[in-house]
């Protein structure tokens, strides 16, 4: 059983020991499937031992739960004496709640839990419990503190009544007659128990806990919504804060922490956060920054732009300004100096100035061509004084410091914009839509196939195109994925280095994640996939799920910008 985040021993005594137990007590031991090429190419990677560590640990939730405290509205030493009082009050149990002992990161609190637990859920040689079946996605929020709901459960056994204890299983993909995976289940099956239940060996080692039916088997597949189980003994004992404490704190894993300060984001400057939604980041760098400058936080879809919103808004951060913005197409061309002169001018006649520095800075339009009133950040083009009076700038200055924030939002319409000019921003954080795997628990990635892989990385480096137009010489460009995949991760650096060489790694504070992966693997399809070089593997932080850490798995790189010439 782990406890706490410093346990690595422990787990692995916990591995060799989990099989069906002669006391007919069930642990928790998934195995998690991999397409077979990718399983070849991480193996190449890591060594089959890392890897088989790093497939383990991918199939549990770490074993804390972190929170970030909104310093703008509170202290640690305040939150934790809540959070105290919430555990006792809501019955939770836990081992430890402690401030982060890094430098810097004392406004980071943990909460312990405990895990995975072995549970008898009373399967002896001639009796079966009652049992429901949930689906994957089900079961992996339910290992994270969540109960079961109606819509996650897939299968029960008959006669399942209201009050009656249940065990719960989660039910993953197997191999089908047609080379497929399929979970081989569909809703409303009635499990047969142990002897009769075709299915039943499939799930030893994916229990995940008892509880107590809130709905008959009827009533279980009548209802749309609704909590099916109340999970009260499970394998993974981990302290559930959602919705308490709204606005002084926000649930978020150590590394997307620390990728905020690795951006290094400074009062007063201007940041874009160029795949935001749902604001983790952005409301982080906020708080960094004292909420003073201006983040410009884009998404591609309309309604997680309005989660960031509404996070901001939680928090009292007033230095977010939000759009819906295609990232691929984040770089908007400099306007011809006679085209920009002359709209520039038609603005003044028109009684409507401040229409112009939005108009410098690129992010005016929304779609029906209309000009925004408000007046946008500063960029170089402000701040040369070549399109705009002295009084644009102290405006402008004014707003920088004040942090005044837009949000694009009115009647739940979120503004799109049509980019920005190069080198509009300080610093740029693109924290990419990758193949999460590194997120945790995970039970089943046997979907993803090297092709699949390959497409993110291609969708990532087009991405970085973009992000590295947008950041002026001298400024500061993070990339960040949460997935373990080098393809994603080291490819991309080497790319982002090869390519633009006004870009060098830059050192990152805090260091916390271990070191990059050098070298490069040679497919057995020709393709070749280049990682780091000697010497830069310790300028990148690799987050890894299997380390004493017990994080999510996560990579991030910074790289300093030069002058492009
Ligand atoms: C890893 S998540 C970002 C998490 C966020 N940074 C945080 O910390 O809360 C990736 C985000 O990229 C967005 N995304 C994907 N493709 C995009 C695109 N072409 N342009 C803008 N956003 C995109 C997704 O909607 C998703 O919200």
């Given amino acids: ?159 399942v009544e209201e009050g009656d204890v249940v065990a719960v299983s989660v039910a993953t993909e197997q191999p089908n007659a047609d080379g497929g995976w399929g979970i081989g289940i569909t809703r409303g099956t009635v499990l047969q128990g142990s002897e009769a239940d075709p299915y039943h060996t ?18 279980m597949f009548r209802a749309s919504n609704g909590i099916a ?42 940041i874009l956060d160029m795949c935001a939604a749902p604001g983790g980041k952005t409301t982080a760098i906020a708080i960094l920054m004292k909420d003073e400058g201006e983040i410009i936080a884009v998404d591609r879809s309309h309604n997680k732009v309005l989660d960031i919103v509404k996070r901001a808004a939680e928090m009292g951060l007033r230095c977010i300004t939000t759009y819906k913005l295609d990232a691929l197409k984040a770089v908007r061309q400099q306007r011809d100096p006679d085209e920009l002169e002359t709209l520039i001018n038609t603005n003044a006649e028109k009684g409507s100035p401040n229409a112009n520095s939005a108009i410098i800075s690129g992010e005016d339009l929304s779609d029906n061509g209309m000009i925004l009133p408000e007046v946008a950040a500063c960029n170089n083009q402000l701040n040369n004084g070549k399109y705009c009076s002295k009084a644009d700038i102290r405006k402008n200055n004014r707003r920088m410091k004040n942090g005044t924030g837009r949000n694009h939002v009115s009647g739940g319409r979120v503004e799109k914009c049509q980019g920005f000019f190069p080198n509009s921003f300080d610093r740029v954080l693109l924290d990419a839509p990758c193949s ?58 080497r790319y982002a280095l090869d390519t633009y060489k006004f870009l060098s790694l830059a050192p990152q504070h805090p260091r916390v994640g271990g070191p990059g992966l050098v070298g490069r693997c040679v497919m057995s399809d020709g393709y070749i996939d280049e990682w780091l070089r000697s010497g830069e593997e310790d300028l990148v932080q690799r987050f890894d799920p299997s380390s004493s850490l017990d994080t999510i798995g996560f990579f991030i790189a910074k790289f300093d910008v030069g002058p492009k010439i």
């Avoid at 836990?94 to 405990?114: A, H, Q, R, W």
């Avoid at 001639?126 to 109606?150: F, H, N, T, W």
């Avoid at 499939?202 to 009533?219: C, T, W």
């Fill in 229 to 270: 189980v109340d999970m009260n003994d499970r394998v993974f004992k981990l302290p559930s804060f959602n919705e308490l404490l709204e606005g002084e704190i926000f649930l978020q894993n150590l590394p997307s922490i620390i990728t905020a300060h690795a951006l290094d984001p400074q009062p007063g400057e201007r």
């Fill in 436 to 493: 999460a795997l590194g997120l945790r628990p995970r039970l089943f990635a046997a979907e993803l196939t090297m092709e699949s892989l390959r497409q993110h990385a291609k969708y990532q480096r087009k991405m970085f195109n973009q992000a590295v137009q947008l950041v002026r010489p001298g400024g500061v460009l993070v990339y960040s994925t949460c997935t373990i995949n080098p393809g994603e991760n080291e490819a991309l650096v």
């Fill in 202 to 219: 499939q799930r030893h080692g994916l229990y995940i806990g008892k509880g107590v039916s809130m709905l008959s088997r009827a009533g």
């Fill in 1 to 159: 059983m782990r406890k706490g985040r410093h346990f690595l021993h422990t787990i692995t005594n916990a591995f060799k020991k989990s099989k069906m137990e002669p006391s007919h007590r069930y642990s928790y031991n998934p195995t998690l499937k991999w397409n077979s090429e990718v399983e070849e190419y991480f193996i190449n990677a890591y060594g089959a031992e890392h890897f088989a560590r790093i497939s383990q640990a991918l199939t549990r939730p770490s074993c804390y739960t972190c929170i970030r405290v909104n310093t703008q509205k509170a202290t640690s030493d305040a939150v934790i004496q809540k959070l105290l009082t919430i555990l006792h009050e809501t019955k939770q149990e836990c081992t430890s709640v402690s401030k982060c002992d890094l430098p810097g990161l004392d406004y980071v609190v943990f909460v312990n839990g405990s895990g995975p637990h072995s549970i008898e859920y009373g399967y002896n040689e001639d009796k079966s419990p009652k049992e429901i079946l949930v689906s994957r996605k089900c079961a992996e929020a339910v290992m994270r503190g969540a109960q079961v709901y109606v819509p996650g459960v897939l299968a029960c056994s008959a006669h």
